[in-house]
């Protein structure tokens, strides 16, 4: 174990790295560096600039920023006009029908049922809500098949007839 605040320099390694072992030739040479161009202001290549020239480039950056950002909450998508709306209803059935049979084709294995498809658009609900409930004769017959299930699950019974953990003879 090594403390953290030691200031030994022994180099009995033989080369085997350990906590105190630069992994690093030097760091400070091995950069490249960095050139500064002159403006007024900055009088010495390695000084650090003023708060003013800071300020700047934060401000650049700044700007640089807010060109590029697209503000989606200043789009107005929410005042389309109803004509607008319909002719992309109509564009996306359009696009959705025609990309059906090749999804179908390519997806098939994972559509379980008959009718479905993976763009399909859903109906009005209003329509759904309107047709007719079911007739008496079906739920008559849900009724009695959930009854006798019911009863078959009741009607389970577990005998106990040994133990399931067995303990071990352990010597």
Avoid: W
């Amino acid at each position: 174990m090594g403390c953290c605040c030691s200031t030994d320099k022994d180099s009995n390694q033989n080369g085997e790295t350990n906590e105190r072992t630069h992994l690093l030739a030097n760091p400070v040479s091995s950069n490249t560096p960095i050139q500064r161009t002159h403006y007024d202001g900055l009088r010495y290549p390695g000084s650090v600039p003023k708060p003013t020239d800071e300020q700047s480039a934060l401000n650049k950056i700044l700007q640089q920023t807010a060109t590029n950002v697209i503000d989606v909450a200043a789009l107005d998508s929410h005042n389309l006009e109803q004509h607008e709306y319909v002719e992309r209803a109509r564009q996306y059935i359009q696009k959705a029908q025609a990309a059906q049979p090749v999804l179908l084709s390519k997806y098939s294995k994972l559509i379980l049922a008959k009718n479905s498809a993976v763009l399909k658009d859903m109906p009005a609900i209003e329509n759904l809500l309107i047709d007719s409930p079911i007739c008496v004769m079906d739920y008559h017959m849900m009724m009695k098949n959930s009854a006798k299930i019911s009863r078959a699950l009741n009607e389970i019974h577990i005998e106990h007839k040994e133990d399931l953990v067995v303990p071990f003879a352990i010597p």
